[in-house]
């Protein structure tokens, strides 16, 4: 079974900074990339960021500038450092992996999300 987990969520008022962490574990032979995305109220989940193992990023443009993701070296943890924030930053952020695993000695690719860590950005 593999598993992703998020944490850091939580109420900040406009401006303020928050950090959103994600650790994925279990039986993970490798990961091609992880990243987050976000639903708002009302609206479709949204892609934020992304970094693969060799420490590319790409971001939202509505992020950029704001928003830095970075990767633990040597495990599969990542963070999502959010400055600048707006009140249109408020969702539930979810961490996705896109990783392989072993079943049966063949290697079988998987896209494994998180349950979601609420930012809510108010005064």
């Known amino acids: 079974q593999v598993q992703v987990v998020e944490s850091g969520g939580g109420l900040v008022q406009p401006g303020g900074s928050l950090r959103l962490s994600c650790a994925a574990s279990g039986s993970i032979f490798s990961i091609n990339a992880m990243g987050w995305y976000r639903q708002a109220p009302g609206k479709q989940r949204e892609f934020v960021a992304t970094?693969?193992?060799?420490?590319?990023?790409s971001y939202a443009d509505s992020v950029k500038g704001r928003f830095t993701i970075s990767r633990d070296v040597g495990t599969n943890i990542i963070y999502l450092q959010m400055n600048g924030l707006k009140p249109e930053d408020t969702a539930v952020y979810y961490c996705?992996?896109?990783?392989?695993?072993?079943?049966?000695?063949?290697?079988?690719?998987?896209?494994?999300w998180g349950q979601g860590t609420l930012v809510t950005v108010s005064s």
């Open positions: 996705n992996a896109d990783l392989a695993v072993m079943d049966y000695n063949l290697k079988k690719n998987l896209e494994v």
């Open positions: 970094i693969t193992t060799d420490f590319s990023t």
